[in-house]
Nanobody, 122 residues
Framework: QVQLVESGGGLLQAGGSLRLSCAAS????????MGWFRQAPGKEREFVAG????????LHADSVKGRSTISRDNAKNTVYLQMNNLKPEDTAVYLC???????????????WGQGTQVTVSS
């Protein structure tokens, strides 16, 4: 099994920045991808960013492109989401996911963390 634990969420003003972390434990497959999703109240889960196992390929949703960067440190089994210039519409529970990322990095995730709350005030 794979266990994912997110951290780094919080409350901040619009325009601020923060870095979310996702620590993974358990068996990890060489072709596993990692992703960040978010879910706001009353809305469906939304893809934010994905990264392949090596970190050579990333994908960011249009809503965060240019403001957010996904990265990973495989030596630490940790995935990060750096978010800058945060907006109130970024408010959501952010969840980390692990899987094969197939057919694209937007999908194919089988393991999920509990999520960390990000709240951005205007």
């Amino acid at each position: 099994q794979v266990q994912l634990v997110e951290s780094g969420g919080g409350l901040l003003q619009a325009g601020g920045s923060l870095r979310l972390s996702c620590a993974a434990s358990g068996r990890t497959f060489s072709n596993s991808a990692m992703g960040w999703f978010r879910q706001a109240p009353g809305k469906e889960r939304e893809f934010v960013a994905g990264i392949n196992w090596s970190g050579s390929t990333t994908l960011h949703a249009d809503s965060v492109k240019g403001r957010s960067t996904i990265s990973r440190d495989n030596a630490k089994n940790t995935v990060y989401l750096q978010m800058n210039n945060l907006k109130p519409e970024d408010t959501a529970v952010y969840l980390c996911a692990a899987g094969r990322g197939w057919p694209t990095l937007r999908t194919g995730y089988d393991y999920w963390g509990q999520g960390t709350q990000v709240t951005v005030s205007s």
